[in-house]
């Protein structure tokens, strides 16, 4: 199947800084990529879905000022949590459409 | 509102059983139902259904569609260990983005 690339697999940070990190689909281009939360024992929970070339939809409740977007390329979006403070400390993970949807392996985000 | 629901919410069963779980849902313009497995990281993709009554099957794992009854289940025969996961089922529907309506998930542990 296709592969999807998330850097890094895991951040620890001190609240206030702000955090990026990379989806890369590797074998194939993505015009689309989706951007999804997890917490412990819930299910996935879509953030937003990254269009190349164009803004990002949010969903509701999803502050795109602090979760920013960016899809400058077919194989690369990128998401930044700006000023990070502990709640914002999830599973995050991307996935990008080839036939199907294919999932990165997830960057764990923890915010001291 | 679109939505996806899946039976059980948690399983426990012995090697050797056979589980069968379920997924239903409500979506505008069902365009595919999908099954993915989670262990610890991002889910992997198991089967795509988009026609009633064709079972897909891979090993031990099979699945099929009702489009008419708006369901999916998905069984695995002879369980493993390795078969504890959360399965989770998701619906693509109407729109070119091709967002994902998400189900909570189905929680197996299969014991020795």
């Known amino acids: 199947g296709a592969v999807v690339s998330q850097h890094p697999s895991r951040v620890i940070c001190k609240s206030g800084t702000s955090v990026k990190i990379e989806c890369r689909s590797l074998d194939f281009q993505a015009t689309t990529m989706f951007w999804y939360r997890q917490f412990p024992k819930q299910s996935l929970m879509l953030m937003a879905t990254?269009?190349?070339?164009?803004?990002?939809?949010?969903e509701q409740g999803v502050e795109k000022d602090k979760f920013l977007i960016n899809h400058a390329s077919l194989t690369l979006s990128t998401l930044t949590v700006t000023s990070a403070h502990p709640e914002d400390s999830s599973f995050y993970i991307c996935s990008a459409n080839a036939n199907e949807q294919f999932f990165g392996p997830g960057t764990r985000l923890t915010v001291l | 509102e679109d939505k996806v629901v899946q039976s059980p919410l948690s399983l426990v069963v012995h090697e050797g059983d056979t589980v069968t779980l379920n997924c239903s849902y409500e979506v505008t313009n069902f365009r595919s139902l999908l099954w993915y497995k989670q262990e610890k990281k991002a889910p992997t993709f198991l089967f795509m259904l988009?026609?009633s009554g064709i079972e897909k099957k891979s090993g031990r794992l099979s699945s099929i569609l009702d489009k008419k009854e708006l369901f999916s289940i998905l069984n695995i025969t002879a369980t493993q260990t390795g078969d504890s996961a959360i399965y989770l089922c998701a619906v693509e529907g109407a729109g070119n983005n091709r967002k994902l309506i998400w189900g909570l998930g189905t929680s197996l542990a299969v014991n020795p």
């Open positions: 988009t026609s």
């Open positions: 990254s269009n190349e070339g164009s803004k990002a939809t949010y």
